[in-house]
């Protein structure tokens, strides 16, 4: 096996080990709203959106040649390159997982790969006019505009809806969130999984294995990013659904629907043009101008601040580790060399999830009331409260559980009792 053909694998293996930390990064953007608001159980939630992912992936590849040739001088690239793009961009992608970010996979994923062609040539080697008009300006405009989209689709429903009983509404609206959660799961494919098919090809272009001239990439390429989004989006990435179901604004199930609505119109228009467009930021955009449209609702906007401040340190950040990683790989050379950064790459990424046990979030409880953080009252080594023991007790089943709720119920009762 020669070192070009060695590399090139690991770049394959990279770039799905990416898509399917875009997977279960990007979940919540279809779904966190419908677990939010009780339209869908979590499991549920996420095996609807992992088939639908699935399906999404093989309608458009405008957004792949868009990765694949638009950003980036493509005679110029090298597989140590996308190598160490996709280094950036896993790495970014799971600290925000881990703080439960909501940040842009896609701009990760370009961050890694321009910066670590401005550390293999120069500035040059990037197509400054394609990424500002088909990432930057988009990213700017694509929040405002869900966010106005979802405000108006919001307040028309509370209008349209004055009268009628809750419940009714609630109901009749969870049906529909259904529909338009499946619809963003789609729309998501048809857009993220391209960017995974484009650096997969543009490393194929640089191999020879592929040519400029193609118009799209393989089939085993669309066939593998397919299944590896998919199975990325099952994992379910509860620490982002917990911050955009809980943290932003409490969901209800008509504002639901509007920003899901909102959000796969969005979508699907910018696969339909080739626009390399942030998912996330679309949700989020969505999610916030649905709390504005809801009369009464009560916006956190210093969660939405800190979710802009990362979106604004996203690019720069990946293109930083994306670069470094380069330097790496290129000064060691060889087997050596790639091996390494390969080796370093999986360290991280361990630490990282060991990290995330300490206080770990999953399908039980990712629809805890939000106290002001992403694990308070969730972390492990926290006194359990009688409220959290008695759920966990009755959706466990666990005698040990049924147990501890009883003891806690009798030292609550206490206290009460020596307090009055």
Not at 33 to 51: D, E, M, Q
Not at 221 to 248: D, E, P, Q
Not at 319 to 328: E, M, N, Q, S
């Amino acid at each position: 096996m020669n070192l070009e053909f060695f590399l090139l694998v690991l770049v394959v293996i990279t770039a799905l080990a990416f898509d399917f930390t875009n997977g279960f990064h990007d979940t919540g953007n279809a779904m966190a709203t419908s677990i939010a608001s009780g339209a869908l159980k979590p499991r549920t939630a996420v095996a609807l959106s992992s088939s639908l992912n699935l399906v999404g992936a093989f309608l458009s590849t405008a957004v792949a040649a868009t990765i694949a040739k638009g950003l980036v001088d493509a005679g110029l690239v090298t597989l140590e390159v996308v190598f160490a793009g996709l280094v950036g961009a896993i790495v970014w992608n799971l600290l925000t997982w881990l703080l439960g970010i909501p940040s842009s996979s896609s701009h990760a994923l370009i961050g890694g790969i321009v910066g670590a062609m401005i550390a293999a040539v120069g500035g040059h080697g990037v197509i400054w006019r394609g990424l500002v008009s088909t990432v930057m300006v988009p990213a700017l405009l694509a929040p405002v505009l869900a966010m106005l989209v979802a405000t108006v689709g919001t307040s028309l429903i509370y209008r349209l809806t004055r009268g009628v009983p809750e419940k009714h509404t609630e109901r009749g609206f969870r049906y529909g969130q259904i529909c338009s959660a499946s619809l963003v799961s789609l729309a998501h494919g048809t857009n993220d999984a391209q960017k995974t098919m484009g650096v997969i090809f543009l490393a194929l272009i640089s191999y020879g294995a592929a040519s400029q001239t193609d118009v799209m990439p393989p089939l085993w390429v669309i066939f593998s990013c397919a299944l590896a989004i998919a199975a990325g989006t099952y994992m379910g990435g509860w620490r982002v659904i917990r911050t955009l179901g809980k943290g932003l604004v409490e969901i209800k199930s008509p504002q639901g629907m509007a920003a899901e609505s909102s959000s796969a119109a969005i979508i699907l228009l910018s696969s339909h043009f080739g626009y390399s467009l942030s998912t996330t930021h679309v949700a989020t955009g969505s999610i916030l101008g649905s709390g504005v449209g809801r009369p009464g609702a009560d916006v956190r906007w210093g969660v939405a601040g800190r979710m802009v401040a990362a979106w604004l340190v996203t690019l720069p950040s990946a293109g930083i580790v994306g670069a470094g990683t380069y330097f790496l790989v290129h000064a060691i050379g060889g087997f050596a060399g790639t091996a390494i950064g390969f080796a370093l790459l999986v360290a991280v990424a361990v630490a990282l999830w060991l990290q995330s046990r300490k206080a770990p979030i999953n399908h039980r409880n990712v629809n805890d009331e939000w106290e002001g953080s992403l694990t308070a009252g969730t972390h492990s080594n926290a006194a359990p409260t009688l409220k959290s023991v008695i759920t966990t007790a009755a959706l466990s089943g666990d005698a040990d559980s049924a147990r501890e709720a009883d003891t806690t119920r009798e030292a609550d009762t206490i206290r009460r009792a020596a307090a009055s």
